[in-house]
Every structure is written in C-alpha cells, then in structure tokens.
C-alpha cells in the first residue's frame, strides 16, 4: 500500500496541450505534435528536475494493462450471459466493493439483488485464472521502466488488485498508488484526478493518463492532464512518440552507457 509523500518541489511544466491529442481535431493534434516535438529535441533536460523524469505515467489497470475477466469470465461462471448477469447485480454493490465501503463479505450478500448465495472463492479464482497482460504491455512496462519514468495505477478496483498483483507482478513496473478502494474515489470524478496531482506534487501539465475508457480520458483532460485513450500497446507506443517521448530498448541503453 502506498504511503502518501510529503510535499515536492514545483515541477517544471512539460508541454503538452491540456486537450488530449487524440480528442482535438486532426489540424490541432499535427500542430501540437510537432510543437510538443520540437521543444523536446530542442531542449533534452527539459523533462527531469532534481532527478525525477517527467511525464508522469498514470496507468488505468483494467482492459489497459490487465485482461478484465468480468465480461467473459464472471458470466460464465455464474452460467449466465453478460446481459442477464447485469439484469440480475445490485445496481451499486460492486461500485462500493470498488469505493472500499463494503467488503467481500458484503459484496458475497449484496451482489445479486435477490441476494442469492453465491460460492465466492470459486469467484475469486475465476477471476483470477482470467487475469493477464493484454498483448505488448508487459513488454512496453519494462521498456518504460529502463527509461526511468515513473509509473502509477491509476484504476478503479477493489481489495482484490492485490489478487493481480500476485498473478502478475505489476508492481515490478509502478506502484499500485491511485486505486479506488483506498482512495474512496471512482474515475471519473474530478477529485480522483486533483488528489493524484496534490499527492504527486506536480502540475497536470507534467502526467500522462491512459485509460481504455473514453470518459475517463476525457475528465482527466478537463484538469489539464494530458490524457490518451488506450486502444492497443502498438498504439499507445506511436501515440508517445507522437508527444515526443523517447522509449529507449535495452540493446539502445546499453550502446548509449557504453559509449558515455
């Protein structure tokens, strides 16, 4: 669990436009791109400060870096389709699973609205069995580490992000900072991005957020984060090459430490 930091020093604005690129029309996207581009070259420290490297990668969990078993998976196992399985849920249970207000034994209570029994291990390990890396994601991760960015979760999910995170060790790659079920909020509600920014110590201007969701893109970028909507790792690596970013492979590094 993450511990929250004490104040930072006042980052150093990184320029990119507070509309996401992929929400802005084509004209706008090509001119700040190439803007985004040439200060970039034109200015190689501009991006770190006191030896933190900025942007600041904020990273939604679910459906962008980890299969979600829910649409598939969970209906399955209770024999039903997606459909009938959203007919049949509490309305809100798993929204306040996800909040930290109730825990999995309520949730075992509450799920159905009849309040039908249900065998919630056997859950739990469906659930788990579906977790995985969506393709070229755990690749990108690592790349992003050796380029030392610093990456967080910035998701909505309960307790239970700690069943991925014994599936799949993606705290080799971020920190499970920003979840929901410790924060008390859900994206995309405006304080779960101001609190990340406060916690962070640093402008909007200096995170990118990616999520698979459009509104959740879209109400970061209303506070100014830079924000992509995550549609596959092939694009989200052209997407940071379009803002500028320099993602260096392993062979890159180490010609480039051998060579200094």
């Known amino acids: 669990m993450a511990v929250l930091m004490g104040p930072l020093p006042r980052a150093v604005q990184f320029a990119f436009p507070a509309?996401?690129?992929?929400?802005?029309?084509?004209?706008?996207?090509?001119?700040?791109?190439?803007?985004?581009?040439?200060?970039?070259?034109?200015?190689?420290?501009?991006?770190?400060?006191?030896?933190?490297?900025?942007p600041v990668l904020l990273f939604d969990i679910m459906d962008t870096i980890v299969r979600d078993p829910f649409y598939e998976d969970v209906p399955a196992f209770f024999g039903m389709c997606l459909r009938e399985?959203?007919?049949?849920?509490?309305?809100?249970?798993?929204?306040e699973f996800e909040k930290g207000v109730i825990d999995e034994v309520e949730l075992s209570k509450k799920?159905?609205?009849?309040?039908?029994?249900?065998?919630?291990?056997?859950?739990?390990?469906?659930?788990?069995?579906?977790?995985?890396?969506?393709?070229?994601?755990?690749?990108?991760?690592?790349?992003?580490?050796?380029?030392?960015?610093?990456?967080?979760?910035?998701?909505?999910?309960?307790?239970?992000?700690?069943?991925?995170?014994d599936k799949l060790q993606i705290s080799k790659f971020l920190s499970w900072t920003f979840c929901s079920c410790?924060?008390?909020?859900?994206?995309?509600?405006?304080?779960?991005?101001?609190?990340?920014?406060?916690?962070?110590?640093?402008?909007?201007?200096?995170?990118?957020?990616?999520?698979d969701r459009l509104k959740n893109v879209e109400a970061a970028a209303e506070l100014g984060i830079v924000s992509l909507q995550f549609k596959s790792a092939d694009k989200l690596r052209r997407d940071f090459s379009n803002l500028g970013i320099d993602i260096q492979t392993r062979d890159q590094l180490m010609v480039e430490e051998t060579s200094s």
């Open 85 to 95: 399985l959203i007919e049949c849920k509490h309305p809100t249970a798993w929204i």
């Open 19 to 54: 509309t996401p690129p992929r929400l802005r029309s084509t004209a706008s996207t090509a001119s700040a791109i190439r803007k985004i581009a040439s200060l970039v070259s034109s200015s190689p420290n501009m991006a770190t400060e006191g030896g933190r490297k900025f």
């Open 111 to 165: 799920f159905f609205k009849d309040r039908r029994p249900f065998d919630l291990e056997g859950l739990k390990a469906c659930m788990i069995n579906g977790f995985s890396y969506l393709d070229g994601v755990e690749e990108l991760l690592h790349e992003l580490r050796e380029n030392n960015y610093e990456m967080h979760a910035s998701t909505n999910y309960p307790i239970w992000y700690q069943m991925i995170e």
């Open 182 to 211: 410790t924060l008390g909020k859900r994206k995309p509600e405006p304080d779960f991005y101001s609190d990340i920014v406060v916690h962070l110590g640093v402008d909007p201007g200096n995170c990118i957020f990616i999520d």
